[in-house]
């Protein structure tokens, strides 16, 4: 069995300012973690995804993300957050005993005040 | 990159009616598609595996009979929603997969159907 579990349904953060939202993850072998972006009324677009090979990983529009497989972590994260980057935040996992199929996290909604 | 178009992008109909839901890669082959489904303000629920040549594989509560699942080629997966009532309402996202190494390719998301029943 695989979860994801995403802390904080609300962050807000101010321009400029470092973003982190967190995600922690349950799986029962060395998982697949993706990180996507979804705005308004749109599909979501992959930021970044960790398949065992560098533990830190970076992804689009100055996101990374490091895989702490003692804290069984995968928290993403932006040194300046843009107004642009408000927006909804999903962590997922996958692993192969489940066809590939992925474990959306609730979300967390991220907030960027000017 | 990879896209994932899907049609119609909003549709709107009348309770007792059926809609499809087209979900095509446009530049690369989808040997498997995944349909979910969102409600306002919350994370996205799978419905369907759909593996192309043979049968949906449907998640535990989602009734096969009501969505309609085919994926007849490697670029196509279409979702029907059979005589549609006003619960059936929702935003209804695809995504298409690579052959490979099961979890680690990345699943591309359509940008999503708005349904709205009547």
């Known amino acids: 069995a695989q979860s994801v579990t995403q802390l904080g349904s609300h962050v807000s953060v101010s321009e400029g300012a470092l973003v982190l939202l967190r995600c922690n993850y349950s799986s029962s072998v060395p998982p697949y973690l993706f990180w996507y972006v979804q705005y308004p009324n749109q599909g979501l677009q992959l930021l970044l995804k960790?398949?065992?090979?560098?533990?830190l990983v970076k992804g689009i529009n100055g996101f990374e993300a490091e895989f702490k497989k003692s804290e069984t972590s995968f928290h993403l994260t932006k040194p300046s957050a843009h107004m642009s980057d408000a927006a909804e935040y999903f962590c997922?996992?996958?692993?192969?005993?489940?066809?590939?199929?992925?474990?959306f996290g609730d979300g967390t909604t991220l907030t960027v005040k000017p | 990159g990879a896209v994932v178009s899907q049609h119609p992008s909003r549709v709107i109909c009348k309770s007792g009616t059926s809609v499809k839901i087209e979900c095509r890669s446009l530049?690369?082959?989808?040997?498997?598609m995944f349909w979910y489904r969102q409600f306002p303000k919350q994370s996205l629920m799978l419905m369907a595996t759909?593996?192309?040549?043979?049968?949906?594989?449907?998640e535990q509560g989602v009734e096969k009979d009501k969505f309609l699942i085919n994926h007849a080629s490697l670029t196509l997966s279409t979702l029907t929603v059979t005589s549609a009532h006003p619960e059936d309402s929702s935003f209804y996202i695809c995504?298409?997969?690579?052959?490979?190494?099961?979890?680690?390719?990345?699943?591309?998301f359509g940008p999503g159907t708005r349904l709205l029943v009547l």
């Open positions: 759909s593996n192309e040549g043979s049968k949906a594989t449907y």
């Open positions: 530049d690369f082959q989808a040997t498997t």
């Open positions: 995504s298409a997969r690579t052959q490979g190494l099961a979890g680690g390719e990345t699943q591309y």
């Open positions: 997922a996992v996958t692993d192969n005993t489940n066809a590939g199929k992925s474990t």
């Open positions: 960790y398949t065992s090979a560098a533990t």
